[in-house]
């Protein structure tokens, strides 16, 4: 399915990429078309003919409509988390549709800072309350002496102190294999408060573990309640926490018309039907920078990035998944692929469809 825009608004200049290891790569050896629909048909072409890999589904909102929506072939793969975060191969390619749930990866992360942002408005706390005493009790005693500085905050920013490393150790397989996310994490020494930031897919579970205790009843049905239905999503699968607490990090599906509504919810600051879903003091909040490395800036679980001097909030998840929200334009930016455990080909691959074929030349 194919939506044209009618109409080109925006303008950017067309060439080379740089993958995150040094090499230059273009996409395109000729300039491409000046109108944006004669663009997207090109690039239509190129990610049926496989010059982009495993691109699934792509969806641009501009000027308050959808200008842009496709559906692609590509594989089912999925990933064995308790098995050691390996990837299983789908039995045979499918059709993507509008209504076939995919894989979020981190982009869940995004949607737990979202939840959060609106429970702690109904608790009446915020980011700054400690967090010992927010735990449920079977983790409180866990807490060691040297993480007792820890807030919410910390939590949020991923400056949570503790001795991590999934991306080039095994502290994401380790955790996976656990019957509780946060008594693994909690038995972690903590560097304390001026500890360097590190990406830690633990502490959002964690996270979602203290709201479902606070609001004293099960987090899954409360989300239902005052995130999902409020926003019209109701096809969606979100798995649970050894413990039964749904994951904060990881392993929620959504079907892309979702991740737009998420994305056009957060550039409209926080409304959704003239409905006020996520308080805008709080989206104001997570797209704050807070940390990062040398991997990107990062707001409240949200990463923080740029495109050819354009600003833009990102939740984006491992294989390709993105809701790239960029505000002074207007516009949102919705992509699912297919390729897990290949960065940075996915996250190349996105750049250059930005800014070569969605942006005009």
């Known amino acids: 399915m194919t939506v044209p825009r009618a109409t080109t608004r925006l303008g950017v200049g067309f060439g080379l990429i740089l993958l995150a290891v040094g090499a230059p790569v273009s996409w395109a050896e000729d300039a491409l078309p000046s109108s944006f629909d004669d663009r997207m048909a090109a690039l239509t072409a190129e990610i049926e003919a496989g010059t982009f890999q495993e691109v699934h589904s792509l969806l641009v909102y501009e000027g308050g409509e959808l200008t842009f929506e496709h559906y692609f072939s590509g594989n089912d793969d999925q990933i064995d988390f308790e098995g050691g975060i390996k990837r299983i191969p789908g039995a045979a390619p499918v059709q993507w549709h ?17 939840l959060t942002g609106i429970a702690l408005g109904e608790l009446g706390l915020d980011e700054s309350a400690r967090l010992k ?9 866990l807490l060691k002496p040297d993480a007792h500085y820890l ?36 038995a972690k020494p903590n560097l304390g408060p001026d500890a360097p930031w590190v990406y830690n897919s633990a502490v959002p579970n964690l996270l979602l573990r203290v709201l479902e205790h606070q609001l004293n009843r099960p987090l899954a049905d409360w989300a239902g309640e005052r995130f999902f239905g409020p926003l019209g999503i109701t096809n969606y699968t979100w798995h649970q926490q050894p413990t039964g607490t749904p994951e904060g990090s990881a392993r929620l599906h959504l079907t892309p018309k979702a ?14 039907g003239g409905k006020q879903i996520v308080p805008p003091p709080w989206l104001e909040a997570m797209s704050q920078k807070h940390g990062g490395s040398d991997a ?32 002074h334009e207007g516009l949102v930016v919705v992509m699912t692929q297919g390729n897990y455990l290949e960065w940075p080909l996915y996250a190349n691959q996105a750049k250059a469809i930005m800014r070569d074929y969605i942006f005009q030349p």
């Open 296 to 327: 990107g800036d990062y707001g409240y679980l949200t990463w923080l990035r740029e495109l050819d001097g354009r600003k833009y909030i990102s939740a984006d998840g491992d294989g390709g998944q993105y809701i790239n929200i960029f505000p």
């Open 259 to 272: 991740m737009l509504k998420i994305g056009v919810m957060m550039l409209n600051g926080g409304k959704h």
């Open 151 to 186: 807030t919410l905050k910390h939590l949020l920013a991923m400056q949570a102190g503790f001795v991590w490393d999934e991306w080039t150790g095994d502290d994401l397989k380790q955790v996976w294999q656990t019957k509780d996310f946060g008594a693994y994490l909690l």
């Open 98 to 114: 509008a209504n076939r749930q995919h894989y979020m990866a981190s982009v869940t992360k995004t949607v737990t800072a979202l």
């Open 133 to 141: 005493p927010l735990l449920p009790p079977e983790l409180k005693p």
